[in-house]
């Protein structure tokens, strides 16, 4: 399949422990290597596919992408939610073209056959007219359903893999940022209550991955924003909920906490609230010291710590949102933004949350559209493709190895980003032993 077999894409991330991490150009940018990618990685991993709020009643659904391939999440009558391959068992038409909504049946549009909430056939149309179809027709079943559907605390993801290990111990140490961001609600639950903000950027779906959870660039790519804070500190909108940082504090701040390399490629960091004072003592101080009596000072400082994650290969959380990267090509990425709202917590709270991610993530934020700019730049810059290797040695010496094979690092250190590349290999690896 390669254009260039002599190759050996594992090969293409060279690291020497504790020294030296470096990944090749035509990672991020041969067509061949994100072909294997779209099989090998997406394929056998598990992806991110929405929230069990989405899915209210019985017919609401969502279209989403495993890799490339359309497939289509559904309730069906009897409450279940159900994922299956978005494309009519006839010939082919995808079945659902809105990214959400709700519908009594699945209608083919090409040739009107319909399927119900359960995949299940229900009409072969115009089925006994002349020329129909005779007898011996042995009509399909049904949908093809996704092999592997699973839930973590309403977070819904689906895999290709029928042999793939549960999603609870795929999502690993992760699994200690999503239930810190989770608990932040008084029940223990989020909710998605709004359309997602989509956009697109010119660059290769891995710059989004290493990118959410780059502690180490902040204050160089969003440096207008630091000087926006710097300038007016808390009335660029602290909301009640997000306080604003005096750009000494932010660069104190990327020296606290630490960083996470997981072992299944994801990977996270994570700072300690700069002033847990402010948030017992501040306008939403309830919530938060039933917070801490339930839970306990050392859980607590997890909830209110500031952590931003990613869960190999497309899905991460920071702030209050869930993001979604999905890759159209090996230099066309598509990002959907789903702010969440804290279930229990006062609305206020929430409509702050809201706000202040508009500040920084919406069309018109601060930040947001300075990182797909950055990947663009990347994306231009990686044309000079006579320079061999990207350099992610940072923090590499002191990085911890943990007893389940993870890495823990300092604050700014690459270790997230080393995670991405290390589960990439090894998939890569087995790809190119398949090739
Ligand atoms: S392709 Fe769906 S009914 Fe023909
Ligand atoms: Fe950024």
Known sequence: MSRTPEIDVGDYVREIPGQQFLVRTEAYTDEDVFELEMKHIFERTWIYVGHETEFPSAGSFKTAYVGRQPIVVIRDKEGKIGAFFNRCVHRGATLLREHQGTVQEMRCPYHGWIFDLAGRTRLVSERGDPGGYGANFIEPEGLLRVPRLESYRGLLFVSLDADIQPLASYLGELKTVIDAKLDLSPVGRIAIASKPYVCRYRGNWKLQTENIVDAYHF?????????????????????????????????????????????????????????????????????????????????????????????????????????????????????????????????????????????????????????????????????????????????????????????????????????????????????????
């Not at 306008?283 to 997890?302: I, K, P, S, T, V």
């Open 219 to 435: 204050m160089h790519t969003h440096g207008a924003f630091v000087k926006l804070q710097a300038k007016y500190g808390d009335s660029t909108g602290d909301f009640g909920v997000h306080k604003g940082r005096s750009s000494r504090e932010m660069r104190e701040q990327r020296f606290r906490g630490e960083t996470w390399s997981c072992r299944q490629g994801h990977g996270f960091a994570r700072v300690p609230a700069a002033d847990p004072g402010y948030l017992l003592d501040g306008e939403f101080g309830r919530m938060y010291r039933e917070l801490l009596d339930r839970h306990g000072e050392a859980a607590f400082a997890g909830i209110t710590s500031k952590a931003t994650s990613t869960v190999f290969p497309s899905m991460g959380m920071i702030h209050q949102q869930i993001r979604v990267w999905r890759p159209i090509s090996v230099d066309e990425t598509e990002v959907l933004i789903y702010p969440y709202e804290i279930e229990g917590a006062p609305d206020a709270f929430n409509a702050g949350m809201l706000r202040s991610q508009e500040r920084f993530y919406g069309p018109s934020g601060f930040g947001m559209t300075d990182d797909t700019e950055i990947f663009a730049r990347v994306t231009q810059g990686l044309r000079a493709s006579s320079v061999e290797w990207l350099v992610f040695d940072r923090g590499m010496d002191s990085d911890e190895r943990t007893e389940s094979g993870d890495y823990r690092g300092l604050p700014s250190s690459e270790a997230p980003q080393r995670a991405l590349w290390r589960a990439w290999k090894k998939m890569m690896q087995q790809a190119s032993k398949h090739a």
